[in-house]
């Protein structure tokens, strides 16, 4: 998918003529924001060799990250109702799911490990969420389906990565 264009500022999306409304006066002095092009990513939820997509993003120590869910829907087959990255607040993924606390369907995140298992505790995403500072490594990203139904999974959502200054895409400093 293309680049959508957002604020520096305040992270809205702009209008066309590259426009969001946020223009702030500080000491008298208009200030306007300027978009900047974001990559959105696709998150499969039925990824290639494994439960978990890898982000293209390598998170380092000391920078809490934040995660985005922009829209799309999956669903753990094409017989289920598919959901956005919030999930189906009315179940949780249960014990057979990769995090049973949060809902069927959330979208979830790691860091380190591969797109099979392992690294760090798993985070419940949902439509916005945060990675913690202190972890360092790939950041990976999945959906909340049982693992026996994740092969027969289909959909995607789309998720912008940022940290708590700008958007970002790759190798976070």
């Known amino acids: ?9 305040c992270g809205q999306g702009h209008d066309e003529q590259g426009h969001c409304g946020c223009s702030k006066f500080a000491d ?4 306007t924001a300027k978009a ?41 087959s094409s017989e289920n109702k598919p ?12 014990d057979e799911s990769l995090l049973s606390s949060a809902p069927t369907g959330a979208l979830l995140a790691k860091v380190g490990g591969d797109n099979d298992g392992a690294g760090s505790a798993v985070f419940h995403i949902g439509k916005n969420g945060w990675i913690p500072a ?3 490594g790939n950041i990976w990203l999945a959906a909340n389906f049982k693992k026996d139904e994740i092969p027969k999974s289909v959909g995607a ?12 895409n790759g190798l976070l400093a």
């Open 1 to 9: 998918m293309p680049g959508s264009k957002v604020c520096e500022s």
């Open 28 to 31: 008298g002095t208009l200030i």
């Open 36 to 76: 900047v092009d974001i990559p959105l990513l696709e998150i499969k939820a039925c990824p290639e060799g494994g439960f978990w997509n890898h982000s293209g993003v390598t998170k380092k120590k000391g920078v809490a990250i934040q995660v985005t869910c922009l829209g799309g829907r999956w669903a753990a």
């Open 83 to 94: 959901t956005s990255g919030d999930g189906d607040q009315r179940f949780s993924g249960g």
């Open 134 to 136: 202190e972890l360092e």
């Open 157 to 168: 959502v789309y998720v912008i990565i940022s940290d708590e200054n700008f958007y970002i």
